[in-house]
Nanobody
């Protein structure tokens, strides 16, 4: 199984993008799906995550109020709607799947065992 992230691109500050994350096998199920990002020269950081069954969501403070994570059960796809993008949002965005997370581990990259290939988001000022 592979995770396929898509939807990145080059936009201007204030624009919106929607990223998608889908498994290569439609029957694949996970406990939680998260989005992380990595800017050049920086460590990978948590962006947002959702629990697949409950739909509960968590966000990094830096994106709260601008980004929204959601899932489509029928399509087995997770989306990251990014609004009011800023130049500091520029990064490669990765989606990742976890077999099990807790409230204290959902933001940790080591909690996720399956990673997508990443999609580039570039926001110009």
């Amino acid at each position: 199984v592979q995770l396929q992230a898509s939807g990145g691109g080059l936009v201007q500050a204030g624009d919106s993008l929607r990223l998608s994350c889908a498994p290569s096998e439609r029957t694949f199920r996970s406990n939680a799906v998260g989005w992380f990002r990595q800017a050049p020269g920086k460590a990978r950081e948590f962006v947002a995550a959702t629990r697949w069954v409950s739909g509960a969501t968590v966000y990094a403070d830096s994106v709260k109020g601008r980004f929204a994570i959601s899932r489509d059960n029928a399509k087995n796809t997770v989306y990251l709607q990014m609004n009011n993008l800023k130049p500091e949002d520029t990064a490669v965005y990765y989606c990742a799947s976890s077999n099990g997370v807790t409230n204290s581990t959902i933001r940790l990259s080591r909690s996720y065992n399956l990673w997508g290939q990443g999609t580039q988001v570039t926001v110009s000022s």
